[in-house]
């Protein structure tokens, strides 16, 4: 089993930031994708920004030259930088991370709230 644990977000102004962490345990593959996935209300679940197993990475369009992701391989740990925010970066944010295996498997952190106020 992996265990992901989140910091928490929080409340920012527009134009503000924030930083996400997401520190993972367990059984982890050699080789694993982690990243970020938000969801508003009323709203699916959609991909903020992930960091692959091979170091590439990819955004949402919505959040490109805004957020950065990074990673620490040592301490299995990601991180969103969340700059320039905006109301409609206001979701529940959550880490993901997925073992490359046969099968590959995801996992899910329990969701932190951001909420950007106008």
């Known amino acids: 089993q992996v265990q992901l644990v989140e910091s928490r977000g929080g409340l920012v102004q527009a134009g503000g930031s924030l930083r996400l962490s997401c520190a993972a345990s367990?059984?982890?593959?050699?080789?694993?994708?982690m990243g970020w996935y938000r969801q508003a209300p009323g709203s699916q679940r959609e991909l903020v920004a992930i960091?692959?197993?091979?170091?590439?990475?990819n955004y949402a369009d919505s959040v490109k030259g805004r957020f950065t992701i990074s990673r620490d391989n040592a301490k299995k740990t990601a991180f969103l930088q969340m700059n320039s925010l905006k109301p409609e970066d206001t979701a529940v944010y959550y880490c993901?991370?997925?073992?490359?295996?046969?099968?590959?498997?995801?996992?899910w952190g329990q969701g932190t709230q951001v909420t950007v106020s106008s």
């Open positions: 960091t692959t197993g091979n170091a590439q990475t």
């Open positions: 367990g059984s982890i593959s050699r080789t694993y994708d």
């Open positions: 993901w991370l997925r073992t490359w295996g046969d099968p590959d498997v995801d996992y």
